[in-house]
């Protein structure tokens, strides 16, 4: 690299990706960083000459290709290095966002990917959006779902896919909702919309997926079936454990009732024959 004339080598030590939080001006502190730079003191009217290295395997190879030891002695010099600190400048977002933006800004598409249409009842289903672009991908906040009133829906998983080598950030954030379908019937799901701020545009755009429709079939294993010689079992309710435990305690308790009613009568029996006069 060309500096004030003069052409320099240049090595990039640290590459970094800053994803601003909100609006305002922000200052970058100085880096700062230590160099070991090796220098060759030559003496007056001596002519310049590879100096003899301390490395014994560089010692061997220079002595095979007839190499000298040089007339100047090497010399090392720590440097402190320090660049100038930088100012950034972050400009707030448009006032008009949508209801539906959360901070996402880049260049994006998405799709999405119902795994099943036809289930049964009590199966659960999957569906996958996969928002894909350049921009500030690990904040982008899954879009929301909205599923009919009969089905459950569950924690989703998010898979990010991001190449932190290129500059803005690339890559894939995949959030898969998994759900519980409820009765049989069939049921629609509303498109689900995600809206981000293009810069290069200057423009809020919302992206939005196809409507999916799914078929819920009756489940066999779900429905009570009727016992052999019935038509309505809900019309004669099957004995439970519950009933055969209180029939028994209400025979027992009976049972003892009785005996201490007998002997409630002998014990005042004994008593009259005892009281009567001889």
Known sequence: ?????????VQIIRKVQLLPLQ?????????????????VRMPENHSYRRPRSSNPMQQLIDEFFGRTEAEGTLETHSVNLKSQPVVIKVLPLPANKPANF??????????ADLKKRDLKEGDVAELDITIEGKGNIPMITAPRINLPGNMEAFEPAVRDKVNNSVYPL???KTVAYTFLVGKE???TLSP????Y???AAKAYKTLQSDTFFIHVAANSALTPQPAPGQDNPAATPAPSKWTDIIGIEMIIGTVIILILLGVIVYLLKKNQVKAAPV
């Open 1 to 9: 690299e060309e500096v004030n004339g003069r052409e320099y080598n």
């Open 23 to 39: 609006a305002g001006n922000y200052t970058v502190d100085p880096l700062e960083m230590e160099s070991r730079i090796d220098f």
């Open 102 to 111: 959360f901070g996402a800004v880049g260049k994006f598409s998405m799709s």
């Open 170 to 172: 690339s890559g894939s």
């Open 185 to 187: 019937g069939d049921y």
């Open 192 to 195: 689900v919309s995600f809206s």
């Open 197 to 199: 701020f293009d810069p």
